[in-house]
């Protein structure tokens, strides 16, 4: 075996070993830039301290200008800062229920650029809660409940006026649900629940066979 073509064996190999280096960093770097950001503290959900640690963030951004961000999910906390043109980013972490603003109860806890509670009136974004944002009690809760009657409507909001998200097609359809909320009376019955499956938003309790509403064991969301 001539000299020039050992010499060339031996390059060769390194430039493989110097290749299969190069592309182990890169995969290494390009796994370090996409874990999600993550952060620590308590949630709170309608007064309730939870041990919630705040979970990857949606990025979203505001409607308004001058959006206020409370110390919990109501108007009536006090003010932990002031966001300012209309589509401002905010990192969104959970969402909860509070004291209806402009006819929408849902709040959402952001973790920047100031951390607090903003109303999802204020955030640019079709539905309420958005999809892929979880709810701020932890861990999660969820049930199964069946349809006392066909074409059950899973509404956008707890009132009959809301939009419709999806249907329980017919009687004892399944439908999940996290948590409870009061809305509009329906025969008497102001308790509503989140779902979250087949289609996530509010469906009435008077039509699930609950045994009775709130159903025992479900949290207020």
């Known amino acids: 075996m001539s ?16 290749v299969l280096v190069t592309v182990a ?15 620590s503290g308590p949630a709170s959900s309608h007064g309730r301290t939870t041990s919630h640690s705040l979970t990857t963030s949606r990025s979203m951004q505001t409607l308004l200008s001058g959006v206020r961000v409370f110390a919990s ?13 209309g589509g401002t980013g905010v990192s969104v972490v959970c969402w909860t229920s509070g004291p209806t603003h402009n006819g929408n109860p849902i709040w959402y806890q952001i973790s920047a650029p100031v951390t607090g509670y903003v109303a999802a009136f204020n955030i640019a974004d079709h539905f309420a809660p958005a999809s892929r944002v979880p709810h701020c009690l932890w861990p999660a809760f ?4 069946r349809a006392l009657e066909a074409n059950l409507r899973i509404r956008t909001a707890p009132a009959t006026t809301a939009a419709i998200k999806g249907h329980l097609v017919s009687i004892g359809s399944k ?15 102001a308790i509503w629940y989140h779902a979250v499956s087949p289609a996530v938003g509010y469906v009435t309790g ?5 045994g009775g509403d709130p159903a025992p ?3 207020r969301c």
């Open 3 to 18: 000299w020039a073509f050992r010499m060339g064996r031996r390059l060769t190999g390194r430039a493989v070993i110097g």
């Open 25 to 39: 960093t890169t995969l290494v770097s390009s796994s370090a830039a996409a874990a999600p950001t993550t952060g």
């Open 73 to 85: 999910a109501s108007t009536g906390a006090a003010t932990n800062g002031v966001l300012g043109s």
């Open 142 to 145: 969820s049930e199964n409940f």
């Open 175 to 189: 439908v999940v649900i996290d948590c409870y909320v009061t809305g509009t009376l329906i025969f008497r019955d």
């Open 206 to 210: 008077r039509f699930l066979n609950t």
């Open 217 to 219: 064991g479900v949290p």
